[in-house]
């Protein structure tokens, strides 16, 4: 026999709540480390030699997952979960896991810094990277048709032109490109943020 449904809008809540402490364990996994090597450079600043892009993607990563957290709330207004619709975003949030466990390694055994470290790892970064803003447009249709449309164009702009970027990332190690991608990309992120998503 079939549960009821759930109509009542605290009983709406009470369940994203249940949804939101999983992505909540994720993203905090994926903060925690971020973090935790941000402070093991600044402890071993001559062992741990940064490279300025790689720092860039890393700060990068950091403001996507906490831009995640924050737009993951809308998810309260869905209706109707069901378990294939919290596995989607709770692989999504995992793929987030992913990219930074890959942006910084556990150790740099075999590399000589974190510019070679980048390079040889580019590929599976830009590709999950690519892949994350394709993903991100599943997750915005799931709220609702009216609230995807509601960014107009640019949302599918965004995600092409992130996807080709990517790809051509994983393609090149040309460091003048990839010095523009990078503070490209963290300009239109803060801009993204502050014109979308500044409240709720």
């Known amino acids: 026999m079939q549960p009821p449904p759930v109509e009542h809008v605290d009983s709406l809540a009470s369940l994203y709540t249940h949804v939101r402490v999983v992505l909540g364990m994720v993203i905090g996994l994926g903060l925690t480390h971020l973090l935790r090597h941000f402070a093991r450079i600044i402890d071993r600043p001559v062992r741990e030699r940064t490279y300025w892009v790689h720092l860039l993607w890393a700060v990068s990563m950091f403001l996507y997952l906490l831009h995640f957290w924050w737009w993951e709330f809308r998810l309260v207004h869905t209706l109707h979960w069901t378990f294939l619709l919290f596995l989607f975003v709770a692989l999504y949030a995992l793929l987030l896991y992913l990219l930074c466990a890959i942006i910084f390694p556990d150790s740099l055994d075999g590399y000589r810094d974190y510019e070679e470290y980048f390079y040889s ?76 998503f500044e409240t709720l």
């Open 121 to 196: 790892r580019r590929r599976w970064f830009f590709g999950l990277l690519g892949l994350a803003y394709v993903v991100d447009l599943g997750d915005t249709w799931i709220k609702g048709l009216a609230y995807f449309e509601g960014f107009g164009p640019e949302l599918q702009l965004r995600s092409l032109a992130y996807v080709v970027l990517c790809a051509i990332a994983m393609a090149t190690p040309n460091r003048r490109f990839h010095a523009a991608f990078v503070i490209a990309s963290l300009a239109y992120q803060a801009s993204w943020i502050v014109r979308q």
